[in-house]
Every structure is written in C-alpha cells, then in structure tokens.
C-alpha cells in the first residue's frame, strides 16, 4: 500500500467518523441541546452555532410568558402582586396544567411552590422524572383573591395563553390536577372522580386527570394517595407506550 492509498484511506475514516459524530450531535439536538457546533476539516473556518428546534421553542414560551406578565385582559391583573406564566422542562414533552396561583406563587411568580408544589414534586419524581423534565402552568395565570375559584370570564381571557403553550410545546401528554382544570380542558361538567383513571383526548394530545397536590393535602387518605398513584403510574405507561 503507498502512502497517497494510506493518506486517502486515512481521509476516508476521518470523514465516516466526523459524518457519523456529526449524526450524533444533531440527534443530541433534537432531543434536548439548543445549539450545535457542526465541526469541518481543520482547514476551515469554525461553523457558527446553528439553532435547533427546543431552541425556538424556549424563544417563543419566553416570548409568550413576558406577554402574560403585562397582561390586563382581566379583573385578576388588579389584584395580583406578580403573574404566574408557567416554568419547566421541555424535554420530556409533559405538560402539568393546575388551576390557578396560590399565595405564595403570587408572590414568586412561579407555579407550584408552596405546599402543593412540594407535593406535585414528589408525584412526579415517583414515576422517575424530575421537576425539570415537565412543564407546570395553570389555567389562569394570576390569583383569584382569597384563593376562590376562577371566574368564566377570567378562564375566557387567560384561555388563548393556554393554547399558545400547548402549541409551542406540543406536548406528549397533559395532566389535569384537579376538577376545575380537567372540566376547562375537556369543557365537562363531570367531576374528577368520574374522569381520573382514563386517558381522554385534548385536541389530538392525551390527557390524564388526577387530584390536585392541594386536595391531597388536604384528604391525605391512604385511598385517596392509591388513587393518585395509580394516575401517576397512567402518566408513566403512557410515556413509555409512545
């Protein structure tokens, strides 16, 4: 073998193994990484980083999220302290949909902090996930006075933001916490107690329903923590049948 066939051959490795790392990368991508560097010969000018999909997608939930913080499409901007747009992982492709801030998310203007959010911490981590790997948002984005529950016409102004987040994240699955957010999503009058345990349809997306964290702290019964734990496991059988 001459050394031009070696140099040719040795060319030819290199560029099998670059092509192939190149594949990984931008697999690496898709699933996760915002950016990408793709390498080139030696010889040439280092690629600029090329924006992948996740990273329009966190672009545009930014977008969406500073939109709902200037919102006064309704009576709840009065009287909030802060707006609760909604926070997490996109990753996953899960999406937790609550009804509406508490005190302490009101005042952080992060979903699911307090007592509930610890719960809900905890449920997701039983079926392997983490905080960070799912989307958590509510119905309406600021908190009805006292804790009440929403009005029709807030639901009806905070709705369109709903959507536009489903749309950006597309997600695999949506988990209802509660009655008032699954009878809002499903647009039912039927209680949680007759829609937990199955698996219904939003707009083509699944959509499983279980109790709220709040409810559960309050009704912390073994039954009622079964019932909450086989819809987790729903949530969890779902992921991986996809």
């Known amino acids: 073998m001459t050394d031009k066939t070696r140099q040719n051959n040795s060319r030819d490795q290199a ?8 594949c990984y990368l931008e697999q690496l991508a898709e699933d996760g990484t915002e950016y990408l560097l793709i390498a080139r010969g030696k010889d040439s000018d280092p690629a600029p980083a090329v924006p992948r999909p996740n990273s329009a997608r966190r672009a545009a939930l930014r977008t969406l999220e500073e939109e709902i913080g200037r919102c006064r499409l309704c009576g709840l901007a009065k009287t909030r302290a802060k707006a609760v747009p909604g ?6 492709g899960i999406m937790f949909v609550g009804e509406g801030p508490g005190a302490e998310e009101d005042l952080s203007g992060r979903p699911f902090v307090g007592r509930a959010g610890k719960l809900l911490n905890k449920m997701i981590e039983a079926i392997g996930l983490s905080r960070d790997d799912v989307y ?14 929403p009005k029709p016409d807030e639901v009806i ?10 749309a950006i994240l597309k997600p695999r699955a949506l988990v209802a916490l509660g009655s008032p957010a699954v009878k809002t999503l499903l647009d039912t009058d039927e209680g949680i107690s007759r829609l937990r345990g199955k698996v219904h349809d939003f707009q083509g997306t699944p959509l499983l329903a279980t109790y709220h964290p709040a409810f559960l702290l309050r009704a912390y019964t073994v039954e009622n923590r079964r019932k909450a734990w086989e819809d987790m496991k729903l949530v969890r059988d779902l992921l991986e049948k996809q």
Do not use: H, M, S
């Open 15 to 22: 560029r099998e193994f670059v092509g192939g790392l190149r």
């Open 136 to 149: 958590i948002t509510n119905i309406v984005k600021c908190r009805p006075p006292g804790n009440r529950d």
């Open 87 to 92: 926070e997490g992982g996109i990753r996953k």
């Open 157 to 166: 102004a905070c709705w369109p933001y709903l959507e536009r987040q489903i």
